[in-house]
């Protein structure tokens, strides 16, 4: 029996159409594998599956999603953040899980997500500041939301700028964020950006291409994989879309529980410090 496998032509191109055949005819296929995306056990031969095809500079990972999940797709990492989502993968799955790509028959363009000169918001600013990351859940409209807040450890100024201020919330409004004057109100989705949520982990937050480019950058790229809670990762997973707030630094700081995290939020909201925007998990 054939598994039920989704080869997108982005990862048919990489992986080459040789071994896009011998995929869909089960001779390298896994029969169960985690999904990438939640987790979660998965059968090839029980439901749709999606070929996902993470690309480092040197390195290709291929590996398996509930097609429910996230649709079959090349993912771009930098190779430090591939290494760590092999490390990742191996501990509790079986090896085929993380079996290497063959190489592509094509010299690989270099990866868009990875290079700064491809980006143009704060990127360019994180050798100064650092984007803080920090994951929780929102109630809003007696429901559970998954949310990312982003403060920077310090000023963000603007491409080209050396001034004093601090264009943090003007850069991401011009993107298509928008001010929060009441927590309680969801966010509008902006549109081109989503949130990579790989092997279980947060990896990502992409923003539209630049340039010439046609695949989406990574605005915020994290050093090491991000851990998120299960509550956290089955919302995503769920409901396909997570809430990004993100404030100036020193407008929400580290809170060490959800409940005070909102209340931060809160008081960011009232002090007209808060910008948010909702995006779909990569790929959906
Ligand atoms: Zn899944």
Redo the contacts with the bound molecule.
């Keep these: 029996m054939s598994p039920m496998l989704d080869v997108s032509d982005a990862v048919r191109a990489e992986i080459g159409e040789a071994e896009a055949e011998r995929l869909l005819a089960g001779e390298n296929a896994p029969g169960s594998y985690d999904?990438t995306?939640?987790?979660?056990p998965?059968d090839t031969h029980k439901e749709r599956t999606s070929t996902v095809l993470f690309v480092g500079e040197e390195t290709a990972v291929l590996a398996f999603?509930?097609a429910?999940?996230i649709p079959s797709q090349v993912v771009s990492l930098s190779e430090e953040q591939l290494k760590g989502a092999v490390r990742n993968l191996a501990p509790d799955g079986p090896p085929q899980q993380a079996q290497p790509a063959p190489a592509p028959q094509t010299p690989r363009p270099p990866a868009q997500a990875t290079s700064p000169e491809a980006s143009s918001l704060p990127r360019t600013d994180q050798r100064q500041a650092v984007l803080g990351v920090t994951c929780g859940q929102v109630l809003i409209d007696e429901n559970l939301h998954p949310a990312i807040v982003v403060e920077p450890t310090g000023p963000i100024a603007r491409p080209g700028s050396d001034g004093p201020g601090d264009d943090f919330l003007p850069l991401l409004i011009e993107q298509g964020f928008l001010p929060v004057t009441e927590v309680a109100q969801p966010p509008a989705q902006v549109p081109g950006w989503s949130v990579l949520l790989a092997m279980g982990q947060l990896h990502a937050i992409l923003m539209p291409p630049t340039g010439t480019g046609t695949q989406p950058v990574a605005w915020w790229q994290a050093h090491q994989p991000l851990a998120v809670t299960e509550g956290w990762r089955t919302a995503a997973?769920k409901g396909h879309k997570v809430l990004v707030y993100a404030a100036p630094a020193g407008s929400i700081g580290q809170q060490p529980r959800e409940d005070l995290l909102r209340e931060a939020l809160e008081k960011a909201a009232a002090g007209g410090v808060l910008v948010a925007a909702a995006m779909p998990l990569a790929g959906t």
């Design positions: 999904c995306s939640c987790r979660a998965g999603a509930h429910n999940c997973t």
